[in-house]
């Protein structure tokens, strides 16, 4: 059974389709949706991806009258770079892609931000079509942010580009190797944490059977997580105000992510980290312990990182947080849980308070070897 949301945007609202077989129906879903095969489509995908579902996928287009052109990424963090984008424009031009061409994102986290800002890129911005191949991208395929990173801070080259719709379809993340499960609960996690303490709990009673893809309670899950997004994003597109709150954790796990080098701490690693090291400061501002316990024991069911690697520089991470977004005029903006459920967002925090949870996070993690 397939479930459908839509991101609330009015002439630019568009549907997220989840459930199982979605691939097979993809065709008849861009049509659906004004996507017609009259111009050339751009297909994007990484090596890993194209392996198990490039065929599929292409074949499915190819028999619905698309024209395909395909262009195949190497996986992981460091692709989404400048380099890479100017290579997809150049694909992009070689294969005659026009105002009304479409890009199709297929993969994760990594290749939904750089074919989408490829898409807002060209031309001044073509339509693009979301197809996560991850449990991470529940997130980052909802809402619009398109990036690439800078060697010195992630996703500092970017726009909000809307894609047409998002297709996700469950059974495309049963190839996903043990360490992208447990990476991609992260985010699933996070949307609990911020808007659903009752998502939270069951979260923690399914932990295992979610970690062993049970695809109707994953399907579940996902539906539940993009709803606190599609909620949110619909509020506050372009994170003016409320949008700022789904950032819980990302600011101490952006800085992780780039200190020890793009790909050796996934993002939702990182962030799992972030948001323990969140609820740490909201314990310190004056927040009961058990946000604190709470937090660190969900993500510890999900075999995530609680604690900083000791042999990463504090100074380091310190200097990766200045370049964030949320960095300005000298104080640090913070989103805090309040409660589990509920979060603020604290735009007077001190570099020195940070500090001080940074340095006890690496000190637990020499204490965890």
């Known amino acids: 059974m397939m479930k459908e949301l839509t991101v609330d945007l009015g002439s630019r609202s568009y549907p997220i389709y989840i459930g199982e077989g979605i691939v097979l129906k993809i065709a008849s879903l861009l049509e659906k949706n004004g996507i017609k095969p009259t111009s050339p489509l751009l297909l994007i995908t990484d090596d890993h ?41 150049r694909v992009a031009l ?13 993969g994760g986290g990594v290749v939904g931000d750089l074919a989408g800002f490829a898409a807002a890129s060209y031309m001044r911005g073509i339509r693009f079509v979301q197809l996560p191949t991850t449990i991470l991208a529940h997130d980052s395929s909802v809402g619009g942010k398109v990036a690439v990173n800078h060697p010195l801070a992630k996703n500092v080259i970017g726009a909000f580009h809307q894609p047409e719709l998002v297709l996700y379809d469950t059974e495309l993340l049963l190839t996903l190797p043990p360490r992208e499960v447990r990476s991609g609960y992260a985010e699933v996690i996070k949307h609990g944490l911020i808007r659903d303490a009752d998502f939270v709990s069951w979260l923690n009673e399914h932990a295992d059977e979610l970690l062993a893809l049970d695809l109707d309670l994953l399907g579940h899950a996902l539906y539940t997580g993009c709803k606190v997004k599609v909620a949110v994003v619909s509020q506050d597109e372009r994170e003016t105000g409320l949008r700022a709150i789904l950032n819980l954790g990302h600011t101490i796990g952006h800085a992780l992510e780039a200190v020890a080098g793009y790909g050796v701490i ?25 946000i ?21 520089d504090t ?10 977004k949320k960095f300005k ?4 903006t913070f989103v805090l849980p309040v409660d589990i459920g509920e979060v603020d967002i604290y735009e007077e925090l001190t570099t020195e308070q940070v500090r001080a ?3 006890e996070l690496k000190q637990e993690g020499l204490l965890c070897g």
């Open 49 to 89: 991806v194209a392996a198990f579902h490039l065929n599929t996928v292409k074949e499915k287009l190819e028999q619905g009258g698309y024209q395909v052109n395909v262009h195949i990424v190497p996986a992981g963090e460091s692709t989404k770079s400048l380099a890479s984008l100017e290579q997809i424009i």
């Open 94 to 106: 070689e294969a005659g892609l026009d105002r009304n061409s479409v890009i199709v994102a297929l």
């Open 266 to 290: 996934l993002h939702g690693e990182g962030i799992a980290i972030g948001m323990v090291g969140a609820a740490r400061l909201a314990v310190q501002l004056g927040r009961p312990e058990r």
């Open 292 to 312: 604190h316990t709470i937090t660190k024991q969900i993500f510890q069911r999900f075999q995530l990182p609680v604690v900083i690697p000791a042999q990463l």
């Open 315 to 324: 100074d380091a991470i310190m200097a990766a947080m200045m370049h964030d």
């Open 329 to 332: 005029e000298g104080r640090m």
């Open 357 to 359: 949870v940074v340095s």
